[in-house]
């Protein structure tokens, strides 16, 4: 599975993005997906999960009411729509296949592929 994002940009603080990671193959289908970030100087970190159907999400205590992880298997394509933008927010965001159906956890050592990133800017 290849994994490309999209939608990044620069926004202002309060502002809205909403970003898309299109997967080349077949195989999208069958595997949970999540979005990670990593801002500088920083370790990657897990953002959001879902699971193949779409039917059970994870997401991290830092984006959790703000962030929305969908996906859309007849296209191939997972989506992030993030809200209430915040500078903390700022970072490059990685989609990534997990490889299983149903694991939705954190750990990025059970994501298998991965995508190039977009990059994510917030300002003050």
């Known amino acids: 599975v290849q994994l490309a994002e999209s939608g990044g940009g620069f926004v202002q603080a309060g502002g809205s993005l909403r970003l898309s990671c299109a997967a080349s193959?077949?195989?999208?289908?069958?595997?949970?997906m999540g979005w990670f970030r990593q801002a500088p100087g920083k370790e990657r970190e897990f953002v959001a999960a879902?699971?193949?159907?779409?039917?059970?999400?994870n997401y991290a205590d830092s984006v959790k009411d703000r962030f929305t992880i969908s996906r859309d298997n007849a296209k191939n394509t997972m989506y992030l729509r993030m809200n209430s933008l915040k500078p903390e927010d700022t970072a490059v965001y990685y989609c990534?296949?997990?490889?299983?159906?149903?694991?939705?956890?954190?750990?990025?050592?059970?994501?298998?592929?991965w995508g190039q990133g977009t990059q994510v800017t917030v300002s003050s």
């Open positions: 879902i699971t193949l159907n779409g039917g059970t999400t």
């Open positions: 193959g077949r195989t999208f289908s069958r595997y949970a």
């Open positions: 990534a296949g997990s490889g299983t159906p149903l694991y939705i956890g954190s750990a990025r050592s059970n994501y298998r592929y």
